[in-house]
């Protein structure tokens, strides 16, 4: 499954990206990374650099982006406001965004974690201000997303049900759609 036809894909009806849109439908702005394309609610893109840079310069991106539309808004508080990282590919996260949320307050990230233990590390709510004060030590281009969290106070918000559920594979995305069909409260 390539990068940009996975968030295309449908559980319930729905492409995956538009799922992980709805997830965070309340934030002040939703900033997707990535190839343009059309989505059910509105969003503003922003695209890695260079594309295909992986996802720490995907979320370095995103947070550029997010830094000059606060600019130009006017000034803000930008320390106080969370911002959710999440994955294109995780159709049951909308229940967990709410728990990482306020598990940030007390931590520079909150990442959601798996029924094996795993930390979902594209499940994240950060401190805004945490995040850019990682970022600017960190070479992103083809780094993994873990160094992130190298220096970062991570609170781990455990998962329910298939909250953690991404569909990295072709079984992984049956395995949502079955779960899609027999509980679609879980959407």
Not at 16 to 30: K, Q, T
Not at 119 to 145: F, N, Y
């Amino acid at each position: 499954m390539g990068v940009e036809s996975k968030t295309a894909i449908t559980v319930g009806g729905e492409p995956l990206l538009d799922r992980a849109i709805d997830a965070v439908r309340d934030a002040e702005r939703i900033i997707v990374v990535g190839p343009w394309c059309k989505t059910r609610l509105p969003v503003m893109w922003a695209r890695e650099d260079p594309i295909g840079g992986g996802p720490a310069a995907a979320i370095e991106a995103g947070l550029a982006q997010l830094d000059r539309l606060q600019q130009a808004s006017g000034p803000h508080d930008r320390a106080t406001r969370p911002v959710v990282v999440l994955a294109g590919d995780v159709p049951f996260a909308h229940s967990a965004v709410p728990r990482l949320l306020s598990a940030a307050d007390g931590a520079d990230v909150a990442v959601l974690v798996d029924g094996t233990g795993r930390d979902q590390l594209l499940v994240a709510a950060w401190q805004s201000e945490a995040l850019r004060r990682t970022l600017s030590g960190v070479q992103t281009e083809g780094s993994s997303v873990r160094t992130l969290f190298n220096e970062a106070r991570v609170a781990r918000v455990v998962a329910s049900e298939h909250e953690a559920l991404d569909c990295d594979e072709p079984f992984d995305v049956e395995r949502a759609r079955e779960l899609e069909s027999t509980d679609p409260a879980s959407s």
